[in-house]
């Protein structure tokens, strides 16, 4: 139990263009999800909170304009970079919280962006 | 400002050997403490979690301790496997509900064959 899936697991694009990223909870639903952003060897940086049915919330310094960030349902939340450009090449991570459990984020596999 | 941090950044253990990976935490108000292990190019994969009104638990093959008073947490892996090579970040939650986690930096364990 507990499967967070995230759709595609890697993508390559140009630079301007928009990226969509899928994250799904496969047996749980989650009224919660949080979105990561990883660069090599270091730790996960929270990007921001999906909440279901509601506006995302951005943490400080993250563009919610260039992030945009829809949960739609109770099982997927989508994350979209818009115009990406080369430095926003990095391994994105979803989490999702079950809403019928316990306090535990359970993690998506990653999706690795590169923006050429 | 609040922080988790962890005491080693590598950690290297010999095949069989027990390993222990520490974290220290500041945020006196935190209840929630989770440790997960991440393989490269993967996603973190949780391990264990405990709360605050815990001192210990196990799981198979790993305890997790938590010391309130030094504000201390810590990973204990028995009889080590190759498999158990990756990064293992501590993370805590300050709150019970929808609040977000504060990750460590991590801490890279090698098995040694």
């Known amino acids: 139990g507990a499967v967070v899936s995230q759709h595609p697991s890697w993508v390559i694009c140009k630079s301007g263009t928009s990226v969509k990223i899928e994250c799904r909870s496969l047996d749980f639903q989650a009224t919660t999800m949080f979105w990561y952003r990883q660069f090599p060897k270091q730790s996960l940086m929270l990007m921001a909170t999906s909440n279901e049915g509601s506006k995302a919330t951005y943490e400080q310094g993250v563009e919610k304009d260039k992030f945009l960030i829809n949960h739609a349902s109770l099982t997927l939340s989508t994350l979209t970079v818009t115009s990406a450009h080369p430095e926003d090449s990095s391994f994105y991570i979803c989490?999702?919280?079950?809403?019928?459990?316990?306090?535990?984020?359970?993690f998506g596999p990653g999706t690795r962006l590169t923006v050429l | 400002g609040e922080s988790v941090g962890l005491h080693l950044p590598t950690l290297s253990v010999q095949e069989g050997d027990n390993s222990i990976i520490n974290c220290a935490y500041s945020?006196?108000?935190?209840?929630?403490f989770i440790w997960y292990k991440q393989e490269s190019g993967k996603g973190p994969q949780f391990i264990i979690d405990?709360?605050?009104?815990?001192d210990k638990r196990q799981g198979q093959r790993v305890t997790v301790l938590l010391n309130k008073t030094v504000k201390h947490l810590s990973l204990q892996i028995a009889a080590t496997q190759p498999g158990d090579s990756a990064v293992y970040f501590c993370a805590e939650n300050p709150n019970f509900g929808n609040e977000k986690l504060t990750f460590g930096t991590g801490t890279r364990l090698t098995i040694i064959p």
């Open positions: 405990i709360r605050s009104n815990m």
């Open positions: 945020n006196s108000a935190s209840d929630y």
């Open positions: 989490s999702a919280r079950d809403s019928a459990g316990p306090d535990t984020q359970y």
